[in-house]
């Protein structure tokens, strides 16, 4: 493990990762939200969801700094007593795992449908296509909350795995596209090149070309278009979750908690709806900084 991070430091994209602050502040930020979330359990002074520990009579406190504040509740609490430190560290935790999931569904479709276009060519580059134009006809938000919204009228009563998995499916339905595109783009320059054409003359069949010698050469734009992608993913979710569509009620996300917050904002408790924001801010910003750092890292004509 360790000898593995050393290479990787001494290549040229850790080289441009050791010498880039922003792409280091970036990363320490995303890394502190990920292992908060995936240790809040252990790391969150409180379980919110635990209705046993609630108590109604500390709803609506302030931070702990302003006057009425108290230093049980950091960044205080909801309209239900629950701490906004812990409701945020394990909101993160739905809005990074759906995020996260969504992306990875998009990439896996995405890319083999795009190899497939562009190295078979022909009726079916034309179909999948044709395919992708329609979809991107439509707004992704359109699709995704008319999807999660026929999701839940199909199934009321649904496990909660149930509904997320809805959701995943909801955001990753417009999503592969432009991992289809990108990929199917590389993949014409590619399948004409030596290498490819060497391999098909000594015998190679046509899906071990494209998964042993084209599919390395072209995951540098969908590494870095995934990266991006996954922040883009995370509002999605925060934006179904804020119309009512996404997470489901017992297990809230960061757009849950603004949604729950939003009802308060005028009245003067500020704090319910502004931290949620301020996360899916910050998460969202140190994603969309780390994938510029990668594009750039990735660019040979910019090293």
């Known amino acids: 493990m360790k000898k593995t991070l050393a290479r990787w430091l001494d290549s040229d994209v850790g080289y441009s990762f050791r010498t880039s602050p922003m792409a280091m502040v970036a990363a320490f930020i995303a890394l502190v939200c990920v292992v908060c979330s995936v240790f809040a359990g252990w790391v969150a002074p409180h379980n919110p969801f635990d ?49 996260l999931a969504s992306v990875l569904l998009s990439v896996v479709v995405g890319v083999a449908l795009g190899l497939l276009a562009g190295f078979r060519g022909g009726w079916i580059d034309a179909v999948l296509m044709r395919l992708c134009d329609v979809m991107l ?25 149930l509904a997320f998995g809805v959701l995943i499916l909801s955001i990753s339905l417009t999503g592969w596209v432009q991992y289809a595109r990108t990929v199917r783009g590389s993949t014409l320059v590619e399948r004409n090149k030596e290498y490819v054409q060497a391999a098909r003359v000594t015998g190679v069949s046509s899906l071990r070309i494209m998964r042993k010698h084209v ?20 509002i999605t979710e925060a934006t179904l979750s804020f119309l009512g569509v996404g997470a489901p009620p017992t297990s809230p996300s960061l757009g849950t908690l603004i949604r729950i917050g939003n009802d308060y904002l005028f009245s003067g408790e ?13 998460i969202a910003l140190s994603v969309n900084l780390l994938g510029d750092w990668l594009r750039d890292a990735l660019n040979p004509r910019l090293r």
């Open 270 to 282: 500020w704090w319910i709806t502004v931290f949620p924001g301020a996360m899916l801010v910050l």
């Open 137 to 161: 006809s439509f707004p992704a938000i359109l699709v995704a909350l008319l999807i999660a919204g026929v999701g839940r009228a199909l199934f009321p009563n649904a496990h909660e795995s």
């Open 51 to 99: 209705l046993a520990t609630l108590e109604l009579g500390d709803a609506r406190l302030p931070p702990a700094w302003s006057e009425h504040g108290t230093a049980k509740y950091l960044l205080g609490t909801d309209d239900q007593g629950r701490d906004i430190l812990s409701a945020l560290i394990y909101g993160a935790r739905i809005s990074l795992v759906v995020g």
């Open 215 to 234: 599919l390395p050469n072209v995951l540098g734009p969908v590494m870095v278009l995934a990266t991006i992608q996954v922040a883009t993913a995370i």
